[in-house]
């Protein structure tokens, strides 16, 4: 299922922040674009979060950009892999973020973003302590945007592109059934990887998901966010 657009309900605030990070992200890889195969490999061990530098304290390619090995994990959320990584990462954030800003406020969804991505950058890190794989790319922080708006807009129409078998077809389906399938293949994928090395995971830091997923469930709370606006009628 790839959602196309929401339908929540009226919105207060223009998401400037979210249009912000989305800029960011697509201005950074288009940076990386500019570089050759051995370079990017370059960035991506400096600037991407590495779990064996945090539990071993063990370096691992170039010094981080910024100095501190803990700059990596905001570092890291700014960058990808390719472009479905991404495409895919870029149109959740589009298609969701927004909603949770007008909800959360301006500076208080920075916040939220960046906590829920240093969250899931720690559960990585906790899943995955001896990887010298470096991790990069926003799918942490947005998983916990979808947390936090599944709580907030469980029965949001999404419009979604719908594949069956070799067919597909556009139809609408709740938040809670996107959102949650989402979250449901990213716990089991979690629970699959379990003892196998990172080489054999796909490459998809599904821990991070459900970290996020679930702190920005929680955060959610934590920021009170305001209440919806009202419908005319």
Known sequence: MIPLSDAPGPRRLKPIVNWLLILVNVGVFLYELSLGDRALSQLFYAAGVVPVEFTRGQEVGPPPPFGPTWTTVLTSMFMHAGFLHIGSNML??????????????????????????????????????????????????????????????????????????????????????????????????????????????????????????????????????????AYAV
Do not use: C, K
């Not at 906590?115 to 990069?136: C, D, E, Q, Y």
């Not at 699959?192 to 709370?221: K, N, Y």
């Open 92 to 229: 959740y954030l589009f298609i969701f973020g927004d909603n949770v800003e007008d909800r959360l406020g301006h500076v208080r969804y920075l916040l939220f973003y960046v906590l829920t991505g240093t969250i899931a950058a720690a559960t990585h890190i906790a899943m995955n302590g001896n990887s010298a794989v470096p991790t990069v790319g926003a799918s942490g922080a947005i998983a916990g945007v979808l947390g936090a708006y599944l709580v907030l807009f469980p029965r949001a129409s999404v419009r979604t592109l719908l594949f069956i078998g070799p067919f597909f077809t556009v139809t609408r389906v709740s938040a809670f059934l996107l959102i949650g399938f989402w979250f449901v293949t990213q716990f089991f994928s979690g629970i699959a990887s379990l003892g196998a090395p990172s080489e054999a995971t796909g490459g998809v830091a599904v821990w991070a998901h459900v970290g996020g997923f679930v702190a920005g469930m929680v955060l959610l709370v934590v920021f009170r966010p305001r209440r919806a606006a």
